[in-house]
C-alpha cells in the first residue's frame, strides 16, 4: 500500500511540473494559431478591396502565412514543452529538400501558377499562343491554364506557360 501511495504522490509531482509547461505551451500555439488566422483574413480583405483582380494570389499568400505561422507556433510550443526540437526542426529542413526535389514538377507548376495570378499576362476569355497551343482561356487554377480551341480542351501546365512565350492573339471581352 506505501508503494502504491509513492507512486501516487510522484505521479501528482509529476503533473504539478507538467501542468504549467502544458498550458504555456498551448498559449503559445493558440496565439500563432490567432496570429496566423487574422493575417489571412487581412490579406484577404486587401486582395478583395485593393486590387479586386488578384484577390486569387492574395488568398494564397494569406494561407501560406497562416501555414507558416502555425507550424512556427507548433515547434516553439513543442520547444516549450521542454522537447527538444533540434532534430525536429533539422528533420522538417530534410523532410522539406526531399519534397521539393521529388515534386519538382508540381511545385514549378504551382508556383508558376501564382505568379500567373500575380502578373495576368492573359486573362479568361483571350486567345492565346503559347508552345504550339492555341485557343481561348477558358480557365487558370495553380496547376494547369485551359484553353478551349475547335471542340478540344488543353489543359497546359503552368509552368509551360511561365517559361515560353505567350501571344494574346485577341483579347477577351
Not at 16 to 34: D, G, Q, R, T
Not at 103 to 121: C, E, Q, R, V, W
Amino acid at each position: 500500500m506505501e508503494e502504491i501511495w509513492k507512486e501516487l504522490v510522484r505521479l501528482v509531482h509529476q503533473i504539478a511540473i507538467f501542468a504549467p509547461k502544458a498550458v504555456v505551451s498551448l498559449l503559445v500555439f493558440f496565439v500563432f494559431w490567432l496570429l496566423g488566422t487574422i493575417s489571412k483574413g487581412i490579406l484577404g480583405r486587401i486582395g478583395r478591396i485593393t486590387v479586386p483582380s488578384r484577390r486569387d494570389a492574395f488568398n494564397l499568400i494569406g494561407r501560406s502565412v497562416q501555414g507558416v505561422l502555425i507550424i512556427l507556433g507548433g515547434v516553439m510550443a513543442l520547444g516549450r514543452m521542454g522537447v527538444n526540437v533540434n532534430a525536429l526542426v533539422a528533420g522538417l529542413g530534410l523532410t522539406g529538400f526531399a519534397l521539393g526535389f521529388a515534386l519538382k514538377d508540381t511545385l514549378s507548376n504551382f508556383l508558376a501558377g501564382a505568379l500567373i495570378m500575380i502578373y495576368h499576362p492573359f486573362q479568361l476569355n483571350d486567345h492565346i499562343s503559347v508552345a504550339g497551343f492555341d485557343g481561348i482561356v477558358v480557365g487558370m487554377d495553380l496547376r494547369y491554364t485551359t484553353l478551349q480551341a475547335e471542340g478540344k480542351k488543353i489543359l497546359i501546365p503552368n509552368s509551360t506557360l511561365f517559361t515560353n512565350s505567350v501571344t494574346v492573339i485577341r483579347p477577351g471581352k
